[in-house]
């Protein structure tokens, strides 16, 4: 800076990092070197002060204010992000197992009817249906179960043919379930399941009268010249129906019927065997459903629940049955796995064949709830390979372990379905278009579009058997 007109010249000095001297700056022609006895110089840059002015204030609050915007703008960028929802945001290929679990079984919970448990995770679900089974003819409590899909309709049969398949996936990965924490979920709602499959049936009060079987609660309505509300054109919550809700019953003869929730009663046994009262009281119930149906088959009187008006008039639009031999095989076969009584398994591989010759040629290989026989000749398989039975099982333990090979060959061809990287079957959106517009044009040409669906909805599903791989 500078300094009086009247001071004393002076020498332009720089300092040596290397010896800690000041020498003559280069800039300065007429410097000297000067030898002070000094301390050495601070390694830091020398300061300089400027005297700055603020001429315009109007100007310097302006400069301010921008700054301050700019700041808060380049904040406010990097953190909305964070804010903003994620569902739409791409993540690559997610295999959050667990959390697709969770929420399958979650769905059971949103679907309960009766009594609604307080601990649900469903909060906006309430009690509903607490009126089931008090008909103008009817008088059986029917309270509990679960709805079908988006109405309001409770069917016996698939109901059953679900809590087999889910106590069958705890009696097969109950540890998992455990590891990731959700065995106690799984078993609250196959135990909502089983305690309303108790109900459906009705022993008889004496032996002259028939035993009864409550295939449906709720109705479709067919009468189209005087509709009245129902669970399918009355398009609401459960907790708000006030329409009456008709009950359908059946007798002994519905041998399918009978035969799935005998099933379902023996599978559910096992998962609550260390609940020895109750696990004894479903097979108590499976054991009398089942003497009464084998003891219709063996007078040839057994048919499906659907062939009766009064029984499955209304779930043959919905969940029609073609056969009842592979419903009674598949009963016996979780009969001998819930008690250990050879009775049962004698029955079940005597059949097994005759069952097979029975299966529908569009049902051949397929799995859902109007055919057992593809997953009762995996049980088979199971039975072959790690118990190793022999005489007189391993003829019908051989038939099923063909189709077990020949089911699962075509499940592991490639020329199927694309995979994705968890190895799930996937079909892209314009496949899944033409798919059901086809479906609109087989529903107005054959009385069973549910086979068609059935099949697809099973070649889909089949991915989860890909998972534990």
Request: hydrophobic share 35%; net charge neutral; aromatic share 12%.
């Amino acid at each position: 800076m500078a300094g009086s007109s009247n001071s004393a010249p002076v020498s332009s000095i720089h300092t040596s990092s290397e010896t800690g001297r000041l020498l003559p700056s280069a800039t300065k022609c007429n410097s000297k070197e000067i030898d002070l006895d000094v301390s050495l110089p601070s390694p830091y840059p020398k300061s300089y002060l400027f005297e700055l002015v603020i001429t315009d204030k109007t100007h310097y609050r302006r400069f301010l204010y921008i700054s301050l915007t700019l700041a808060f703008v380049v904040l406010a960028l990097g953190l909305v992000p964070h804010f903003l929802p994620q569902n739409n945001r791409h993540h690559g290929h997610s295999k959050n197992l667990t959390l697709a679990l969770n929420q399958a079984i979650t769905f059971f919970d949103a679907q309960k009817s009766g009594s609604y448990p307080s601990n649900s995770p469903i909060r906006f679900r309430g009690s509903s249906g607490l009126q089931d089974g008090n008909s103008s003819n009817i008088h059986a409590d029917l309270v509990g179960g679960f709805y079908d899909s988006g109405n309001n309709i409770k069917f016996t049969f698939p109901a059953a043919y679900t809590i087999t398949l889910l106590s069958w996936s705890v009696v097969e990965y109950h540890r998992k379930y455990a590891d990731i924490g959700e065995l106690e979920h799984i078993k609250d709602v196959i135990k909502w399941g089983s305690d309303y499959l108790l109900k459906v049936f009705v022993p008889p009060t004496a032996k002259s009268d028939p035993s009864l079987l409550y295939s449906q609660v709720g109705s479709a309505g067919n009468d189209t010249k005087n509709p009245v509300p129902n669970d399918i054109n009355c398009w609401q919550r459960p907790e708000d129906m006030r329409y009456k809700r008709p009950v359908s019953v059946c007798n002994e003869t519905a041998s399918d019927l009978a035969g799935e929730i005998v099933a379902a009663l023996s599978a559910a046994s096992i998962v609550f065997k260390q609940e020895n009262e109750y696990s004894q009281r479903l097979i108590k119930k499976a054991e009398q459903i089942y003497e009464i149906t084998a003891k219709e088959d063996r007078i040839h009187r057994a048919i499906t629940y659907t062939t009766i008006d009064a029984c499955g008039g209304e779930a043959r639009k919905f969940y029609g049955s073609s056969g009842y031999k592979d419903e009674l095989v598949w009963a016996a076969t979780w009969l001998f796995f819930a008690t250990g009584n050879h009775t049962f398994l004698d029955y079940a591989t005597t059949n097994f064949a005759a069952a097979v010759d029975d299966e529908t040629t569009t049902d051949k290989g397929i799995f859902y709830w109007n055919n057992k026989l593809a997953a009762n000749a995996v049980l088979f398989t199971r039975l072959r390979f790690f118990r190793d039975l022999g005489f007189p099982y391993e003829k019908a333990l051989g038939l099923s372990t063909n189709m077990t090979d020949q089911l699962m060959c075509s499940y592991l061809s490639k020329q199927n379905f694309n995979r994705t990287p968890g190895k799930v079957f996937s079909v892209d959106y314009q496949f899944m278009y033409f798919f059901f517009k086809a479906n609109e044009l087989i529903r107005r040409r054959t009385n069973e579009p549910h086979k068609i669906i059935s099949y697809f909805q099973h070649r889909i599903q089949v991915s989860f058997l890909q998972l534990g791989t």
